[in-house]
T-cell receptor, first 117, second 109 residues
Framework: DTGVSQDPRHKITKRGQNVTFRCDPISEHNRLYWYRQTLGQGPEFLTYFQNEAQLEKSRLLSDRFSAERPKGSFSTLEIQRTEQGDSAMYLC???????????????FGPGTRLLVL | GQNIDQPTEMTATEGAIVQINCTYQTSGFNGLFWYQQHAGEAPTFLSYNVLDGLEEKGRFSSFLSRSKGYSYLLLKELQMKDSASYLCAVRLNAGKSTFGDGTTLTVKP
């Protein structure tokens, strides 16, 4: 179990550019979540996948945001035409569902910190 | 909308006990989680409650009252390394969870 990994860890981009982040979940986990977190706030749910199916998307996820999990393993989150308001930490988490008793604990990756200039 | 309230900041002394409260008003409830998050790091799981009562795990305990929409996290024998943000999160349905903004705990010698 190597844990959830995310790449890159930091990204600085100019407004209007596109960026793509990658998340590799814990290998046996079938669920993968994306969250966004800004300073002083808790994580905000963006979307989640079960295997390769995207089951729910937040209304926060505008049409500039798209996420994929093509083979049910790693996932990518793309932001098109970035805006300064997109600056945040983007967190990925994975879990095994269903799992008896433990309430589907989500294991978080280290996050990708995005700064849009 | 979903509403989760936690105190913004708390301070406690090393070796003491601290209780961090969380109240929630949400459209669904499938369990309540507590996470610890050190500055600049990802959240890590501490506890999970889905039924009323107290769950104890070492120095950490978590309590839930579903009828009152209330939970607390109890930290005993505080250590300096416990200085962190503590996040309360409610699982709304089979997938989505909503998080509070966290309580920043500072442990002083």
């Amino acid at each position: 179990d190597t844990g959830v990994s995310q790449d890159p860890r930091h990204k600085i981009t100019k407004r209007g550019q596109n960026v793509t982040f990658r998340c590799d979940p814990i290998s046996e986990h079938n669920r993968l979540y994306w969250y966004r977190q800004t300073l002083g706030q808790g994580p905000e749910f963006l979307t989640y996948f079960q295997n390769e199916a995207q089951l729910e998307k937040s209304r926060l996820l505008s049409d500039r945001f798209s996420a994929e999990r093509p083979k049910g393993s790693f996932s990518t989150l793309e932001i098109q035409r970035t805006e300064q308001g997109d600056s945040a930490m983007y967190l990925c988490a994975s879990s095994h569902f269903p799992r008896q008793g433990a309430g589907e604990t989500q294991y978080f990756g280290p996050g990708t910190r995005l700064l849009v200039l | 909308g979903q509403n989760i309230d936690q105190p913004t900041e708390m301070t406690a002394t090393e070796g003491a006990i601290v209780q961090i409260n969380c109240t929630y008003q949400t459209s669904g409830f499938n369990g309540l989680f507590w996470y610890q998050q050190h500055a600049g790091e990802a959240p890590t799981f501490l506890s999970y409650n889905v039924l009323d009562g107290l769950e104890e795990k070492g120095r950490f305990s978590s309590f839930l009252s579903r009828s009152k929409g209330y939970s607390y996290l109890l930290l005993k024998e505080l250590q300096m390394k416990d200085s962190a943000s503590y996040l309360c999160a409610v699982r709304l349905n089979a997938g989505k969870s909503t998080f509070g903004d966290g309580t920043t705990l500072t442990v002083k010698p």
